[in-house]
T-cell receptor, first 116, second 109 residues
Framework: GAVVSQHPSRVICKSGTSVKIECRSLDFQATTMFWYRQFPKQSLMLMATSNEGSKATYEQGVEKDKFLINHASLTLSTLTVTSAHPEDSSFYIC????????????FGQGTRLTVV | RKEVEQDPGPFNVPEGATVAFNCTYSNSASQSFFWYRQDCRKEPKLLMSVYSSGNEDGRFTAQLNRASQYISLLIRDSKLSDSATYLCVVNGPGNQFYFGTGTSLTVIP
């Protein structure tokens, strides 16, 4: 199946710093990428949807200035958590889909962010 | 109202049992439906797509009822390795994927 690579898998950062998470589609062109956040024992919550070359669409309640999303190419999207706080500690997962490959989405391995 | 609603369980069943999960979605314009499986601290992986005509893959059967806006997953002859969280996923009209809360399944020896 299609492969999506997410990096880093784990990161610990200090409060107030910014963290960038990368999501790459390795063997297909991802016209659409999604970013999710998952707190312990909860389901994935969609944060934003990004289409290559255009601004991301954020879900209600997600601060676009805090969670910066860039989808500059068909194989790479980045999520930057700016001025991170401990409450931003979570599991962040990206997924990607191709407009032509298959309808379903393929997921990265996730990034566990801990803000101390 | 949530886009996708799912009974979180947990479901604890003995090996060999048959178990069924249901999920409802709110947007009648939704086009695609899936069941994903998520193991603890791992990313979700596609289990199967759900088609209007229903589809079967080995011990797993998925069905879609558009009129009632629900999706079901049936697992027959449960194995220990089936223990996981099963996520109902709906592809919304804006091309987003929305997840249910997940249903936790534990298969007991």
């Amino acid at each position: 199946g299609a492969v999506v690579s997410q990096h880093p898998s784990r990161v610990i950062c200090k409060s107030g710093t910014s963290v960038k998470i990368e999501c790459r589609s390795l063997d297909f062109q991802a016209t659409t990428m999604f970013w999710y956040r998952q707190f312990p024992k909860q389901s994935l919550m969609l944060m934003a949807t990004s289409n290559e070359g255009s601004k991301a669409t954020y879900e209600q309640g997600v601060e676009k200035d805090k969670f910066l999303i860039n989808h500059a190419s068909l194989t790479l999207s980045t999520l930057t958590v700016t001025s991170a706080h401990p409450e931003d500690s979570s599991f962040y997962i990206c997924s990607a889909r191709s407009g032509t490959l298959r309808v379903e989405a393929f997921f990265g391995q996730g990034t566990r962010l801990t803000v101390v | 109202r949530k886009e996708v609603e799912q009974d979180p369980g947990p479901f604890n069943v003995p090996e060999g049992a048959t178990v069924a999960f249901n999920c409802t979605y709110s947007n009648s314009a939704s086009q695609s439906f899936f069941w994903y499986r998520q193991d603890c601290r791992k990313e979700p992986k596609l289990l199967m797509s759900v088609y209007s005509s229903g589809n079967e893959d080995g011990r797993f059967t998925a069905q879609l009822n558009r009129a009632s806006q629900y999706i079901s997953l049936l697992i027959r002859d449960s194995k220990l390795s089936d223990s996981a969280t099963y996520l109902c996923v709906v592809n919304g009209p804006g091309n987003q994927f929305y997840f249910g809360t997940g249903t936790s399944l534990t298969v007991i020896p």
